[in-house]
């Protein structure tokens, strides 16, 4: 059974730096994705990044590159996205997710998903 589980959310000042983490377990496949994405109230959930688990390749949302860093630590399992600069309009849930099989960016191709962890920037 694969379970994700987020944490590290919090509440920030813009201009501040958040490291969020996706403990996972049950991922037994060969190759496999992991990728964030986020939602704000009302709005559809948009992708963010991507990190493949076998060769540690990444893909950003083009809004989020530059400030936005995902990686992986094989030992322990979890995946990171290392959010720099956060602004207002970063104020979302974010959500871990993975997929057996190559990096994808849409919703729909992702199996497994985190519970989500808020992410709230003050101006």
């Known amino acids: 059974q694969v379970r994700l589980v987020e944490s590290g959310g919090g509440l920030v000042q813009a201009g501040g730096s958040l490291r969020l983490s996706c403990a996972a377990s049950?991922?037994?496949?060969?190759?496999?994705?992991m990728a964030w994405f986020r939602q704000v109230p009302g709005k559809e959930r948009e992708f963010v990044a991507v990190?493949?688990?076998?060769?540690?390749?990444?893909y950003y949302a083009d809004s989020v590159k530059g400030r936005f860093t995902i990686s992986r630590d094989s030992a322990k399992n979890t995946v990171y996205l290392q959010i720099n600069n956060l602004k207002p309009e970063d104020t979302a849930v974010y959500y871990c997710?993975?997929?057996?099989?190559?990096?994808?960016?849409?919703?729909?191709?992702?199996?497994?998903w985190g519970q989500g962890t808020q992410v709230t920037v003050s101006s």
């Open positions: 990190i493949s688990w076998r060769s540690g390749g990444t």
């Open positions: 049950g991922l037994t496949a060969s190759s496999y994705a």
């Open positions: 997710a993975a997929r057996i099989g190559i990096m994808l960016v849409t919703i729909a191709e992702y199996t497994y």
